[in-house]
Nanobody, 121 residues
């Protein structure tokens, strides 16, 4: 089994910064794409940013220039640096990853439990 554990959420004032981290553990043979999603109350879960195993990244338009995604393949971690936060960024942020547990099986998608980010004055 594979677990994704997020950390780094909290309360921040508008204009502030937070850094989210996600660590994958368990039965991991290799990892493919990793990413961050968010879900605000009453809204659907949406992609924030994704990063391939080779380091190529993509961002939702609403975070371009403010958020940066990075990963450490040796540690099986993915981070999200969030700058210039505004109240619209308030949501539960979820880590997501495609993991292969054994060389003879395909990739399976996993979700973390989520971490709350609240932007408020």
């Amino acid at each position: 089994q594979v677990q994704l554990v997020e950390s780094g959420g909290g309360l921040v004032q508008p204009g502030g910064s937070l850094r989210l981290s996600c660590a994958a553990s368990g039965s991991i043979f290799s990892m493919n794409g990793m990413g961050w999603y968010r879900q605000a109350p009453g809204k659907q879960r949406e992609l924030v940013a994704g990063i391939s195993s080779g380091g190529s990244s993509n961002y939702a338009d609403f975070v371009k220039g403010r958020f940066t995604i990075s990963r450490d393949n040796a540690k099986n971690t993915v981070d999200l640096q969030m700058n210039s936060l505004n109240v619209e960024d308030t949501a539960v942020y979820y880590c997501n990853a495609d993991v292969r547990s054994r060389p003879d099986v395909g990739y399976r998608n996993y979700w973390g439990q989520g971490t709350q980010v609240t932007v408020s004055s």
